[in-house]
């Protein structure tokens, strides 16, 4: 069965320091793949989304994350982190065909030190 | 901007009560689905809909039943609440072109008493 797993439950960072946030999947195929954040009390927003092409994804607010198909990976990434980037955030894969359900991982919450 | 709203943002309800949960999507969108969230579960689908009258369970069916009779609305009801159907509900809506981005509500947070 297909699975997405975030390593990380919580995670905690300065303010200026550089974040990655680590999502592995399993799929016999490349999924489409996605990342969302939601702040506290409020839905989910997507930061940005893969399906093919270049590897390396810009999404809103700074971040990026890579794809690498040899490690089953799409980690999210930014260089410099805000406090207003203190969330949860959810890996999510979608399988192409079909009614393309999402599957998430369960989360990692960010803390974000001053 | 695709917009879903859900009709309330907090809900209480009594064990044994029956609790519809509306959720609306104003971008035309075929499919409309609903999740659960718990911590450190993630969302886990509870059931979709692919058009109009039509539905399909997801991963944890089973305490529930919905109903879209009109495109852009798509209710999620709780025959009998439970204790442990206390949870936030997110409903979401996706296009059948293009990507397969969902487009979120601002969720519902359900306490069943």
């Known amino acids: 069965a297909q699975s997405v797993t975030q390593p990380d439950i919580h995670i905690t960072v300065s303010e200026g320091a550089s974040l990655e946030l680590r999502c592995n999947y399993s799929y016999g195929a490349t999924p489409y793949l996605f990342w969302y954040v939601q702040s506290p009390g409020q839905g989910l927003q997507l930061l940005l989304k893969y399906f093919s092409g270049d590897t390396l994804v810009q999404g809103i607010k700074g971040f990026e994350a890579e794809f690498k198909r040899s490690q089953s990976s799409f980690n999210l990434r930014k260089p410099s982190v805000h406090w207003s980037d203190a969330a949860e955030y959810f890996c999510?894969?979608?399988?192409?065909?079909?009614?393309?359900?999402?599957?998430f991982g369960a989360g990692t919450r960010l803390a974000v030190h001053p | 901007d695709v917009k879903v709203t859900q009709s309330s943002r907090y809900l209480v309800k009594r064990t044994g009560e029956k609790v519809f949960l509306e959720c609306v999507q104003d971008?035309?969108?075929?499919?409309m689905f609903w999740y659960r969230q718990d911590p450190g579960l993630g969302l886990r689908l509870i059931y979709f809909?692919?058009?109009?009258?039509?539905?399909e369970k997801g991963d944890i069916p089973e305490g529930y039943s919905v109903s879209r009779e009109k495109k852009e609305r798509f209710s999620l009801i709780l025959e009998s609440a439970s204790t442990n159907q206390t949870s936030m509900y997110l409903c979401?809506?996706?296009?059948?072109?293009?990507?397969?981005?969902?487009?979120f509500g601002p969720g519902t947070r359900l306490t069943v008493l």
């Open positions: 971008m035309d969108h075929e499919n």
């Open positions: 999510a894969v979608s399988l192409s065909g079909g009614y393309n359900k999402l599957i």
């Open positions: 979401a809506s996706r296009g059948s072109l293009g990507d397969n981005e969902q487009f």
């Open positions: 809909s692919y058009d109009v009258k039509m539905k």
